[in-house]
């Protein structure tokens, strides 16, 4: 006992508490504002799995800004439309989800037709749209009709819900789907998809994580700055294929001669500060 | 006596260089900038709420991460990727002023102006004012609807039901105008010809007579007359300066802005190459000294009142027999000169005169004829219709107006005529007599206007309309509402509230030209194509919103059979239409009208072989018949051979210049004249609520925010510099002295004017900018505009042949009377020449002993005749102590020579330079290890300023705060020295002391690759990168200004306030002018910010990027291409703005890019060359063409 009261010991103990306090106090300062893992609630329950994973469908078929633009973008809902004009039940869902992108762009399922007019129609022309439209369609799909009455308005309720926002004063049904923004990066940071993934030809799946398999995306990666930098010292540019890195003379004599075995990021600059931040 | 100096300076002040001066300025940080703001009160208790509140909030956002939102389109246009930019070709059309432009659009929204380089009249050249007309169309102060105006204001309603909608108002106006006799359409120069078919149209429908009155508030009307009597084409001539070996202008700013200054501006420097055997050469015959006097080569310094007798001097000497010039022996002589330089170059020269007086433009056009420059330097087979206005038919106008017998006044946007003209004084007295509720001198307040009160007016106005003659009176009787129309019926089209649309009945707001279909035709068959870059605003979030002007007038006359109101873009048919008709017609490039129209839209210009006709439909007093197409002709009464003409054949008629020789005016007699003259940022007035445009210094006096009256400064004996009546002693502390000015007698009631000392302002003339002192430039709290300088145009005259002048002789200056605590003058700010101190005091270099010695206190008078401050020199840094060569010049800056001394100037330049770089040798730090091993391979930016080559115009000042978010701070920040621009422009004199030529630098961040900067920050955030680049990084920096104070060039800034308006204490936003909610805290102007800039915080420096997200942009698109960068990747927003093409910007270590060609000319240095900062940006040294006889 005298040992563990002695003044060097105490003195130890309060020394490993301070910098395990300041430790912890550090991190998470550092942490604050990043959001790794997050998985926040959207106004649709779009399922990645169905459709990136089971159905294959091409990642930038919808994120079609990826190869061209800063923004990967999420897709128009016309974009949607695409295949949903002839797929108007969800495997999941059934008329659930899939009615809210027809309540947003105004497809009438019934008809096969857009509505004309739709942005005049008030909230409650709309629902009576698809009221017919998940009454009939449940029916169809063999749901007891005693229960249809209260599915309808339980799915008109959600649409209603996903659509609009109070805070924001967005009363209409109809118009853009608000979704949930899970990938930022601070306003000083600038972040350009076209040169990750059609310069660097970078799979989404690097940053993204394996989004084909997830139910409800969430943030894979944790978008601090230590990540990029690691990133950019570690990963190969695409050196040779790309007529742009013949200015870099020097690296290509290297290579010539065997000195070097490849040009990282970090070697053409990737790691200087204007890179980003301008 | 005069005295040639060696020196280049930037002011009397430094020129004098005082004791006081030099303590004044010999510190880094001048001590203006050092007061604190008196205007931010904060108390004890205040802080700690502060402190609380700041606590609270920092805990409370730290626990919970804000959800933020992406919300796509529904239906995603094609067009549209977000995150790429798109561009669109349209034309910037603000009354005469033209230029073709490229506007840069993200997700919808303008945000940037760029040249349209396929124009063959701009080449891609740019504006100060094109680069502001951004911001003009984010303005909060603009209609959103059609509106009624009583008392004075435009009513618009909170609650939108309230305001009457376009159907109401087009029914109320349509069925008014139908009964008016007599209707006048007021403008400025129309360059839209589907602007005046539509007036056309609309004179055809409406059972009244309907005239347009064009004016032009800077009139050119005598020079349209002229040419008119001469040639029979009441146009411009189509100059050419390229084709010019030497130019005479007679107080003509024809680089900043008379008539088509982008154009002449490339034109002039076109013909003005260092490199080659031929510079032309300038000489400009004026008393104040304006953009392009300060450009000439030689300057004559003539009284605006003499002009005439000048412009008659050289006709007598060039064609001869006119009548005798009554001008001083000195200004003859060098007249004389002139003229024998001019007759040395026939064929070759150009003479044009800004003067708006008849006979003295039929002498410039005789003086030309008989140089031979039709079909040389001005071009036979095209006019330009860059102004149009008539100052005789304005003058009619007003006179019908008040003598009643105009019934309907539509005032077309743009033109002011309660303001921008001689006779505002008597359009406004008019139109308020009109107005039932103005009484005695002053509005009734709108809200609480008693109709019955009103209504006796209005019966007086009826029962003069039955007095007058038949008409329906149902229209005016039937209801509660129709019994207050006023006999006159005001309609203004105007975007903003304007001191014109108070005194209309209704406001029918026009779209801004970034939302409008549209044309314009500046030079006869170059044609040029608006287009809408954006929804219209207002109509888009539910608004009534605005429409186009020629859309109204096509409306109120209810033209249906070439005009389909039903359409869904019924104007853009309208445009098609009569391109279909008239455009298409005459050329045969395209066989299908729609090919054409796609290829016309595309480019944004289409060039027509065939030049048409000027045509003005008719549309103004008297026409009868349209001009037919005619040109300029040599042959007629010229005595020398003519050139050989192409294809026209002109209609030219036979003018006795001999006798309007002898109509030139007596000089006057007065010891003081006054000339009012336009500046480059704020035109005719018409530009005044725009802050950008408030805020750029006046390239030639450099101040901002106002109008100052330049007083002259003399040089007496020895070194002494007076200025008149000794003003502003203390221009360096920026402060600045009042005066009275009176001008034109006891009429016209003397305003108080801050003054500005101005070099080359001839002795006993005095000079006030135009278009300043504008009482209403936008809506109530929310103008910008409203109030700043001194409003000239009471002032301004009529002669005896009905042209507005532009000077006067009748002007008395008092004594000082007050002083200007806050004279915002860039002047004295962000010099470059710094002495230094020790720990012990102020180090000064005596000239007796040669010592340096140390004082820390004020000199006596007697010791700073031999002491010196010591400055921060090339030998300082080798041989602490020892010698020393301070001021301005032995540092370089500015490198300076003649045509005709080139090889010397190289040479004086390569010893610099190898002195300077063996001085640099000397060092530690190892430059070129750095150069071979990162700098050698990959980019190496830099860029090259051609000093011959800046004219000074200003506009890549504005390029570069619209394509950087650069804010603006007001006049009080600037006054403190707290001007953000990332780019200035430095004017700096040389020559005679008296009459100074001008050089301009533009500086920026010149990127050094060994940063003074860098090395002082203690958080490394502003580092150096692979490209030669110095980077500042925002978001890094803690604001403790090390780099700012350590920058040679003084072009880093700190954002001392929330200029951005984005922090939470709204105490910290400076306001411009007296706003309620601060520039830029509306989510209106915000829509005007570039999103690929970071908008910066209260606390942080910044500085020029080098437009790093342009860089990065190009390179992306290299690699996604996977090809080699070219120089039309990376072209940096200043560079593009440029007229002139004096910036040249690209990778040097591209070999066969533009920098690298520019880099080789033998004129080229580094300022401050010798503090070893290796920077990357390249000067050529200014080179002038002088005359030898117009010397000294």
Redesign the interface.
Known sequence: MQVLTSRGVIAFAVFALVVLFGYTTVNHAID??R?QDYQ?GQPIKFNHQVHAGIHKIECQYCHD?AR????S???????CMNCHRAINYGSNYGTAEITKIFA??GWDPLEGAYIANYDQMTNDQVKDVYRKWIANKNLTEGVEADDIENIVEEQLEGIEKALTNEYTGDERIA???????IH?V???V?F?H??HV??GNLKCQNCHGQVQEMEEVYQYSPLSMGWCINCHRETQVQFD????Y??????HEEIKAGVRDGVTVED??GL????C?? | MKKQNDKVWIGTDQLQNSAAYRAATDTEVAAEQRIENPRLEATRRDFLKYLGFGMTAATIASCDIPVRKAIPYVSKPDTIVPGVATYYASTFIQGGDYVPVLVKTREGRPIKIEGNSMSPITEGGTSARAQASVLTMYDTSRFDGPARVRGGRALRERVYADNPSWEVLDDEIGGRLRNARQIRIVSHTILSPSLKLAIRDFKNRMPGNTVLVQYDPISSSALLDAHEAAFGVRAVPHYRFDNADVIVGFNCDFLGTWISPVEYGRQYIAGRRTDGRRMSRHVQVESHMSLTGSNADNRIMVKPSQQGQAILALYNAVVGGGAAANLNATAAAKIQAVANELRGARGAALVVSGSNNLYEQQLVIAINRALGSYGSTIETNRWSLQRQGSDQNMARFIAELEGGEVDAVIVLDGANPAFDNAWAGQFTAALQANDPTFRNGEYLDPRRIDENEVEDRGEQADAKEENDGNRDESVFKADAVSRNFRRVLAISTSTVPTETTQLCEYVTPNHHYLESWGDAEAVQGVYSLIQPTIVPIFGAVNRYGTRQEGESLLVWSEETERYDPTATQPYLNYVKRNWEEGVFGSQGRFTSFQAFWDSALHDGVFNNASTGSVNDYGLGYDATATAPAAAPDATTDAPQEAPALTEVQPTARTVDYNAASRRILAPGEAENEITFFETVNMGNGVYGNNPWLLEVPDPVARTTWGNYLSIPVTYVDGNSYTAYKDLNPEEYKGKADKVTVAVGGENQAPETVTVVRQFGQMPGTFGLAIGYGRRMTGAVGKAIGNEVGVNVYPWLTVDEDGYVQYYSGEVAISDKVDSEEEFPSVQYHHTMGLTTHNENGRVYYNTVTGENETFDRELTEEESEYLQPFHVDEKTVMELGEGMQGGLTKRSIIFQGSFAELPELREEIAERRVEAQHLNEQTLYPYEEYVKDIYSQGHWWAMHVDLTSCIGCAACEVACLSENNVQVVGKYEVWRHHEMKWLRIDRYFYGDVENPRAVYQPMMCQHCDNAPCENVCPVAATPHSDEGMNQMIYNRCIGTRYCANNCPYKVRRFNWLDFSTADLFSSNEPELNDEELPFGADNLTRMVLNPDVTVRSRGVIEKCSFCAQRLQQGKLTAKIEKRALRDSDVRVACQTACPTGAITFGDRNNKQGDVSRKLENPLNYLVLEETNTQSSVFYAARVHNSIEALEA
Request: aromatic content about 12%; some cysteine.
């Open positions: 604050l504002g959001q926040p800004g061209r633009s800063k923004h973008v999420i897709p128009a809902v016309n974009t947003s762009i118009g853009p789907i608000e979704w949930v923004r930022n601070p306003d000083h600038y350009n076209a040169q059609t310069v294929d790309n007529e742009y013949k200015s870099y003379e020097r690296y053409v600059g200087n500060c204007q890179r931040h301008y």
